[in-house]
């Protein structure tokens, strides 16, 4: 059974950095994507950044583009997401998932991903 753990979540102000970190564990890692999600209080879950199985590939939500970056250590089966010139607005649980199908493209929608971890919450003040 595929286990995720994220880390790294905390509280920073605004204009700050964090990084957030997911590790796999009872699965096969290097050939599948892996998505970042977060979820607001009261609000829906969200896309952010998404690393496709190939190093390098990366697609992120217009909200987070040029401030977040997704990379990913296959030999750590860790993949991990730099957090940049946080805003409140980027307050949330973070969470991250891996794909259903291997060697699959950054799919946005959740159902496109079939193992999450519990995770993390972000808290940006003001």
């Known amino acids: 059974q595929v286990q995720l753990v994220e880390s790294g979540g905390g509280l920073v102000q605004a204009g700050g950095s964090l990084r957030l970190s997911c590790t796999a564990s009872?699965?096969?890692?290097?050939?599948?994507?892996m998505g970042w999600f977060r979820q607001a209080p009261g609000e829906e879950l969200e896309f952010v950044a998404g690393?496709?199985?190939?190093?390098?590939?990366?697609y992120y939500a217009d909200s987070v583009k040029g401030r977040f970056a997704c990379s990913r250590d296959n030999a750590k089966a860790t993949v991990y997401l730099q957090m940049n010139s946080l805003k409140p607005e980027d307050t949330a649980v973070y969470y991250c998932?891996?794909?259903?199908?291997?060697?699959?493209?950054?799919?946005?929608?959740?159902?496109?991903?079939?193992?999450w971890g519990q995770g993390t919450q972000v808290t940006v003040s003001s």
């Open positions: 998932a891996r794909s259903k199908t291997a060697y699959t493209v950054v799919a946005s929608t959740q159902d496109k991903y079939a193992y």
């Open positions: 009872g699965g096969t890692f290097s050939t599948y994507t």
């Open positions: 690393c496709t199985w190939r190093a390098g590939n990366t």
